[in-house]
């Protein structure tokens, strides 16, 4: 039985989303939690979800990190909580300091709505074990911000403890700069904490959870879930 | 007209010919508002009779004519006349939606301009109970050397894409048209569709007598006053300030107030609401009390103000955006505010309705407007403009149009030009899948969102061809309810209904007034015939600079119901093997085509006529053959005629999206190979199916009297063409999708 828990900021707008795909794959019902609330019920996983929390405004994910209901977040998050941030997600995951390194304007400053093609990097982590090692997934993104950055002694700490969880690739699994929509380091799209419990992603898994909607490549993610719950 | 006259409100300047000039009125329309007070105005009063009067705001050259527009039908819940159009899906489901113009701010401002007018057109449609669930845009530039194109398409895009993308409601549909004629008057016109439970719709009429006026939503300030108001230093000395006359949105404020409305909603404690629009709280009130028969009392202390020192006149004219009007059931004030509180939302209890059908305005205990809420509201002068109709050109044979050397070589050159090049570009900057709901993507003939929760889709599109309205504005004006009509059946739709959004120029120029009119006749006519009636529009005229008018664009949306989404058809070929058969009458028409414009460099001669009968019959056939799962794909044939159209499937094509190849067929009959290939001849599919049920098609399409043949095979990774060099698919793709990104990065 999955407890699961979705933030809601004021300016979250996939909220609703991730709350249908999470109760689709799981079976479950969804706590909705409202941003002003000082406490998350005890939930098996938390997630913060995609949107304009306080409309982007000072900086995309900057105000959200102090809501009341983050410093339970923080708190669970650190006591071992799994914790999935998506889109503004995981720029509040960054900017409340649960994940390392910052989200810039993409590197066309515009915009980017479409399908990209992800390749998995680590597949021992609460969020991705259902997917296979170096296995390619197409999942949306819709961001203005999602250009990864971080300090060259993080980005080396990341790489070195394997905590890319996916990156940016053609169809093949290549990975360049011509394959990264919005000029992300080291073609980043989705980084782990060390405990390996926290994600952040900036494609949306949860829009192509079901084949009506185009395909179920994203499904992985709510899965990953439920198994690394059920191997617990 | 009920002349009542009234104590004159305390202390008003008098006022000056040049105040009631720069108020905008012309001729006797002044004269004709003494009479209608039996007193003069007070400056206030002034300026809320100036937006009223205003053709924005009261249709005065243009309703004689909408009158004439069908606007009922079986599935019609709600017609004209109220914030949006309410169509009936079914299951105790509905469907709201309006198209609107934002085209002189987001001329002026274009992030915006364009961003306030999605902002604005959303208010609409939340404001009937409805979770808006689609946006789309008619967006019309200049011609792309012109030195401002640029600069408006990148922040006209942006700005919608901030707003939308912001708000959460995706943007899923749209066209983009260059041309000259818009050089100095673009057009951006938004629309959005919104879902909603047909017991659950919420009206404007504030009906009863002592019930609390509600203000809720973003602070009041200076912006949006009228410029040409606001010039006048007798009554405005203190305000040095010159305000720009273009608003600027806040979509993070309209989700919270999306939110706090809709939650409101759930509750009973509502009576009526409306929006602020254009002309803010001076047509919110006079609308609401008009339509429920009562008078209102505000008093301007209570409104939440941005800004210090304030005038009733400013406040009553501000178009500060994210501001709603509500009138509550007594004694549910603070469960309402409750709510918006919560949201992080203004609140106020502005006023009172009361039972001397007048509208009081109070300021300062001071009394700055006090006018019969009927005079207010319907005193508007309506005018029947002189109109000359346009003459239509003759129609000009085939045979007279040069032919190319290649026809694959032209269709290349015609799918990298701007006007049918790929607007990728445009709509990837929209977040098209947020709400979790989008199964036809842009880039095919309609979009299709799930009705949330269940198996139904909404079919949504819109579409004009200004072309063929400037040749004729009747037969381009049928034509453009014809495509949107085809474009709703070629995903598998019914379609429901319509919203216009006429844009022309000076009505008071007696050969544009006949543009509309000719427009408003074709659009009443097709309509009519396709059972497809107007629900709700918008009219913007005086689109012109210099004496310079733009095309005539009545912009029509197109809204249809999926009875089940997993009976859909998209226009990716999507099976090797299949042929291609086109349903339609040939007639190679070439006249005001693409492939005369792109490749000879005029335009003339008659537009393609549409045959209403053969519309109907062929779109039944295609619905029925789609949701028998007949098809693997199907589109329609519109700008720049059938080859295009199947060039445009083959790059949609394939494993997603990578191309699909097409091995065409040699046309056989008596047209010029060019008017075969490009002719932009109406009411025509294509569709692809197995060979086996290619017999049945045709026959079925014979049995209509539609003809149909086959003109492909699916394939490979080209097109090919007997006679002619191949054309890889990746080359073709290349080129359609390659001349806007670049246009946009030149500097």
């Known amino acids: ?232 | 007209m009920d002349a009542t006259p009234v104590k004159k409100p305390q202390d008003s300047p008098a006022i000056t010919p040049e105040m009631v000039a720069s108020h905008g009125f012309k001729g006797d329309e002044y004269p004709r508002l003494l009479k209608i007070l039996g007193r003069d105005p007070s400056i206030t009063e002034l300026g809320i009779f100036s937006v009223m009067w205003s053709e924005h705001c009261s249709y005065k050259s243009s309703r004689v004519w909408l009158k004439t527009l069908p606007t009922t039908g079986p599935q019609v819940i709600q017609g004209p006349g109220e914030n949006a159009g309410v169509v009936d899906l079914g299951d105790g489901d509905c469907v709201v939606f309006k198209m609107e113009s934002h085209n002189h701010p987001s001329y002026i401002e274009p992030y915006q301009g364009a961003a306030t007018g999605v902002g604005g057109i959303m208010r609409d449609v939340f404001t009937m109970g409805a979770r808006p669930v689609a946006n789309l845009n008619a967006l019309r530039f200049g011609a792309p050397d012109h030195p401002k194109t640029r600069h408006l398409v990148s922040g006209v895009v942006s700005g919608i894409g901030g707003y939308g993308n912001c708000v959460g409601v995706p943007t899923v549909g749209g066209e983009t048209n260059f041309d000259t004629g818009y050089n100095n008057n673009i057009l951006v016109n938004a629309m959005c569709v919104g879902l909603a439970r047909s017991d659950k719709i919420f009206l404007s009429a504030a009906k009863g007598v002592g019930l609390p006026v509600v203000y809720v939503g973003s602070k009041t300030g200076r912006d949006g006053i009228h410029g040409a108001t606001m010039a006048s230093a007798e009554f405005d000395e203190k305000s040095a300030e010159k305000r720009p006359t273009v608003q600027v949105g806040d979509p993070f404020t309209e989700k919270l107030l999306i939110e706090a409305c809709l939650e409101l909603m759930a509750t009973d404690a509502i009576i009526a609401i409306q929006d602020m629009g254009a002309a803010g709280l001076t047509s919110s009130t006079s609308e609401m009390a008009d339509k429920g028969g009562v008078g209102i009392a505000l008093d301007l202390d209570n409104v939440p103000q941005r800004e210090s020192g304030m005038t009733a006149y400013e406040m009553m004219l501000s178009e500060s955006q994210e501001r709603m009007l509500m009138i509550l059931k007594p004694g549910r004030e603070a469960e309402a505010e409750a709510i918006f509180r919560k949201w992080g939302l203004d609140f106020a209890v502005i006023g009172i309705t009361t039972d001397t059908g007048r509208m009081v305005v109070t300021h300062h205990g001071r009394i700055e407007a006090d006018l019969p809420v009927p005079v207010l509201a319907d005193s508007a002068p309506m005018y029947e403009r002189p109109w000359v109709p346009t003459v239509p050109p003759k129609v000009i044979l085939p045979e007279w149009v040069p032919a190319p050397n290649t026809l694959l070589g032209t269709l290349k050159t015609m799918l990298a030009h701007p006007q049918l090049c790929s607007r990728r570009w445009i709509w990837e900057q929209y977040d098209h899948m947020v709400m979790g709901d989008t199964v036809v993507r842009p880039g095919g003939d309609a979009a299709v969102v799930r009705v949330h929760g269940t198996k139904k889709g909404l079919a949504v599109t819109c579409d004009v061809t200004p072309r063929y309205v400037a040749a004729d504005p009747a037969m381009g004006t049928k034509q453009a309810v014809a495509e949107t009509y085809r474009n709703l059946i070629a995903v598998g739709a019914d379609p429901l209904a319509i919203t216009d959004n006429m844009n022309f120029g000076n009505p008071e120029r007696p050969e544009v007034m006949g543009q509309f009119v000719g427009s408003v006749q074709g659009m009443a006519e097709a309509c009519r015939v396709l059972d497809y009636p107007v629900v709700s529009g918008n009219v913007s005229l005086y689109n012109e600079t210099n004496g310079v008018s733009i095309p005539p664009t009545p912009a029509i949306g197109g809204v249809g119901l999926v009875p089940d989404t997993a009976h859909i058809a998209e226009i990716g070929l999507t099976r090797s093997g299949d042929v291609l058969v086109l349903i339609g009458r040939e007639q190679g028409w070439l006249g005001q085509s693409l492939y005369q414009q792109i490749m000879t460099e005029t335009l003339e001669g008659a537009p393609p006529p549409v045959d209403l009968a053969d519309e109907l019959k062929a779109g039944r056939l295609v619905r029925a053959l789609i949701r028998e799962e007949k098809v693997s794909a199907v589109h329609d044939c519109s700008d720049g005629g059938l080859l295009i159209a199947i060039a445009e499937m083959a790059l949609a094509g394939g494993n997603h999206r990578s191309g699909m190849g097409v091995e065409l067929f040699p046309y056989e009959g008596k047209l010029p190979m060019h008017a075969v290939w490009f002719g932009e001849d109406q009411g025509r599919y294509v569709l692809a199916v197995a060979p086996g049920d290619a017999e049945e098609v045709i026959e079925r399409a014979r049995l209509l009297a539609l003809p149909a043949r086959i003109v492909g095979r699916t394939g490979g990774d080209r097109l090919a063409l007997r006679g002619e060099a191949f054309l890889p698919l990746d080359e073709l793709r290349e080129a359609h999708e390659s001349w806007l990104p670049r246009f946009m990065s030149d500097h």
């Open chain 1, 1 to 232: 039985m999955i407890r699961a828990s979705v933030i809601v900021f004021p300016g979250s707008n996939c909220d609703r989303d991730v709350k249908v795909a999470l109760e689709a794959v799981t079976g479950r019902p969804v706590n909705m939690i409202w941003h002003g609330d000082a406490v998350v019920p005890a939930s098996d996983l938390i997630v913060l979800p995609g949107g304009f929390s306080y409309g982007d405004y000072l900086r995309c994910g900057a105000m959200a990190a102090h809501s009341p209901i983050m410093r339970d977040v923080i708190a669970k998050a650190n006591a071992g909580t799994p914790v999935l941030g998506i889109c503004n997600g995981f720029q509040i995951l960054c900017e409340s300091g649960l994940l390392p390194g910052v989200l810039m304007r993409n590197a066309s400053l515009r915009f980017i709505c479409r399908d990209v093609w992800l390749r998995v990097e680590a597949t021992d982590t609460f969020f991705t074990r259902a997917y296979k090692p170096g296995e390619v997934i197409r999942v949306p993104i819709a961001h203005a911000e999602g250009n990864y950055f971080a300090d060259p002694d993080t980005l080396a700490r990341l790489e070195g403890e394997k905590r890319v969880a996916f990156r940016y690739s053609d169809q093949a699994g290549n990975v360049s700069t011509d394959t990264c929509p919005n000029g992300a380091q080291h073609n980043i799209a989705g980084i782990v904490s060390a405990n390996r419990r926290i994600l952040g992603m900036m494609p949306h898994p949860e829009r192509l959870f079901e084949s009506a909607l185009g395909g179920i490549d994203g499904r992985g993610v709510f899965q990953s879930a439920i198994e690394s719950l059920a191997a617990a």
